[in-house]
């Protein structure tokens, strides 16, 4: 099962974690280096999280009886480095949610672009008049359309409709797209087909020439359904530590720290080009997820080579927009041993004074996430 679960997703996943893990130790030279993913100067979408990322499969009468339910509720983390790099603030996003694709050919998110397209058709109407208006769209009823950072959708019985497979398994997918943009959304041309040329694009308002990826970003996530109705809950967090104390959700008990005078242009160039490591000029501060010892669930899919069931593999994806990482992945939880204990990572501040946002998204294998955001404030210097 887990070949066929989600391999673009999790060749994805596998990129950019090679990327976080080992983009300073292949560093030669005196070469500069690309920013690493953690810094958040574009537009990015950091995560998106689901409150169902399995639901079990319930008749439609029993859906109709309990929405609720049925109802998988999303919540996207978003943050405009672009916008704040630009002009000094984040920019006025325009979110888009369409939903509704179910159980595609062989699970190919691909094959969701044409009926993806066809909402989007029908949206279009209220998205011109919102323009206009200045208001959130109101969407044609009944149509699996979202707007802003949070979406909701009834999810039937997708498992029924689907042969049982001779192995493994009997399950459903289904897919929700997400389109966040600077701008206004509009129908691109495009030479092929839709399926291999994203027919949605975002739009400078006066202008309509397609924005780029600084302010234009869609994707999409899954959610599964299962015969035995399995379940997977989002990873547990109890806290997000700041040199071994918790850190708090309100912003004036934040911690305070002075600036690291490492100009930010040297701080992702190798060591070795007669600079100093800026982690080694600078006082680093460690910052770590505080997890229950259970944050793996067991993976009724993953068995060891003795038949043994194994744990889902959890991991850590920190992000900041300003200070930096020495490695912004983390492993927290493997599939044989469970919880590790060396989790820390090494964070240390901007060379200028300000407020520092830091995220920390927890994540499983099987698409469960949990985000957390936490602030420190960052001084001129340690007396301030």
């Not at 192995?167 to 087909?193: N, Q």
């Not at 912003?251 to 100009?263: F, M, R, W, Y």
């Not at 939880?333 to 200028?352: C, F, H, M, Y």
């Amino acid at each position: 099962m887990a070949s066929r679960k989600s391999p673009l997703r999790r060749a994805v996943l596998g990129a950019l974690a090679l990327t976080a893990l080992f983009g300073h130790a292949v560093a030669s030279g005196c070469a500069a280096s690309f920013a690493p993913a953690s810094e958040l100067s574009s537009l990015r979408v950091i995560s998106v999280t689901m409150d169902k990322p399995y639901i079990a499969p319930y008749p439609a009468e029993e859906c109709a009886a309990d929405p609720e339910k049925c109802t998988v509720h999303f919540d996207m983390e978003v943050y405009d480095g672009y916008g704040v790099a630009t002009q000094g603030s984040e920019r006025p996003l325009n979110i888009l949610w369409i939903g509704g694709c179910f159980d595609p050919e062989g699970d190919q998110y691909s094959l969701c672009i044409f009926p993806l397209l066809e909402l989007f058709k029908a949206a279009q109407g209220a998205l011109n008049q919102a323009v206009i208006d200045g208001k959130p769209p109101a969407f044609p009823p009944g149509l699996p359309l979202g707007w802003g950072k949070k979406f909701s959708m009834v999810v039937p019985d997708i498992v029924s409709p689907r042969p049982k497979p001779q192995f493994g398994p009997h399950y459903g997918v289904g897919y929700v797209f997400f389109l966040a943009c600077a701008g206004k959304f509009g129908l691109l041309e495009t030479s092929a087909s839709a399926a291999s040329n994203f027919p949605i694009g975002c739009l400078d308002p006066e202008t309509n020439e397609p924005l780029g990826a600084d302010s234009f970003v869609p994707g999409y996530t899954q959610i599964y359904s299962f015969e035995d109705g399995r379940e997977n809950k989002n990873p547990a967090v109890n806290a997000l530590n700041f040199d071994d104390e918790p850190m708090s959700e309100d912003i004036t008990e934040a911690p305070s720290v002075p600036v690291c005078d490492v100009p930010e242009q040297d701080r992702d160039l190798p060591p070795s080009c007669s600079r100093e490591d800026p982690y080694v000029a600078c006082t680093p501060y460690e910052i770590d997820v505080d997890v229950p010892d259970d944050v793996g669930e067991v993976d009724p899919e993953a068995k060891d080579s003795t038949g043994k069931p194994q744990k889902e593999a959890v991991w850590v994806n920190y992000y900041s927009d300003s200070g930096n990482f020495e490695s912004a992945i983390k492993l927290v939880s493997d599939t044989q041993t469970g919880i590790l204990d060396n989790r820390q990572v090494k964070w240390i501040p901007p060379a200028e004074p300000g407020r520092a946002t830091i995220w920390a998204v927890v994540r499983d294998a099987r698409g469960g996430s949990t985000t957390l955001v936490r602030t420190v404030n960052v001084t001129k210097s340690a007396s301030q």
